[in-house]
C-alpha cells in the first residue's frame, strides 16, 4: 500500500488510503518511517493524508516523531497530518505550545491553525492560564485563527510581561 501512494495512479494511491484507513494501528509506523525517509513530496502528502485519516492511534507517534525529528520538511508534513486530523490531535498539539523548542512551537500552532474551529476552545482555555510562555502562544494562535478574544488576551498578557496597565 505504501509503494502505490509512491508511485500508482490517482486511483490506486485513494484506494491504499483507504485500505490504509482500515489497517489503523499496524499502518502507523510504516507510514511515519516512509514519510522520514521519502524525499517526494507528493508521497508525503499521500502518506500525512493517510496518517490523518488514521485518526486518533496516530496522534502520539505522530507527537513523538514531531518532536524527535530534525528535517524542518518532514516536521512540515508530520504537523501537517496532525492538522488535518484536527480534534483528535487538538490536546497534543496545545501541549506542544509548551514546549521548548521554538521551532516544534511554531508547528504546534501551524498544525491547530490547520484544525481550525476544532481547537479554539481548548486554546482559550490554555490562553486563561498560569503558564505564561503556553498562554503566549495559545493567545497568538487563537489570533492567526482569528478568534477576536485573542486581541484582549494579547494585551493583558503583554501588560503582565511589563507590568503596565492601560
Request: glycine residues 10%; charged residues 30%.
Amino acid at each position: 500500500m505504501i509503494a502505490a501512494l509512491r508511485g500508482g495512479t490517482i486511483e490506486e494511491r485513494h484506494q491504499a488510503e483507504d485500505r490504509l484507513k482500515e489497517m489503523g494501528v499496524p499502518a502507523v509506523d510504516p507510514l511515519i518511517r516512509a514519510l522520514r525517509e521519502e524525499g517526494d513530496p507528493d508521497f508525503r502528502w499521500y502518506a500525512a493524508r493517510s496518517l490523518a485519516r488514521i485518526g486518533l492511534p496516530a496522534v502520539e507517534p505522530l507527537v513523538r516523531a514531531l518532536r524527535e525529528d530534525r528535517d524542518r520538511e518532514t516536521r512540515r508534513y508530520l504537523a501537517a497530518s496532525l492538522g488535518e486530523m484536527g480534534e483528535p490531535a487538538v490536546g497534543a498539539l496545545v501541549a506542544l505550545l509548551g514546549a521548548p523548542e521554538p521551532e516544534l512551537r511554531g508547528f504546534a500552532s501551524l498544525a491547530l491553525c490547520r484544525a481550525g474551529r476544532p481547537a479554539v476552545g481548548a486554546l482559550r482555555d490554555a490562553m486563561e492560564g498560569n503558564d505564561e510562555p503556553l498562554a503566549t502562544c495559545a493567545a497568538l494562535t487563537l489570533a492567526r485563527i482569528g478568534e477576536p478574544a485573542a486581541e484582549e488576551a494579547l494585551r493583558r498578557l503583554g501588560e503582565r510581561d511589563t507590568g503596565e496597565k492601560g
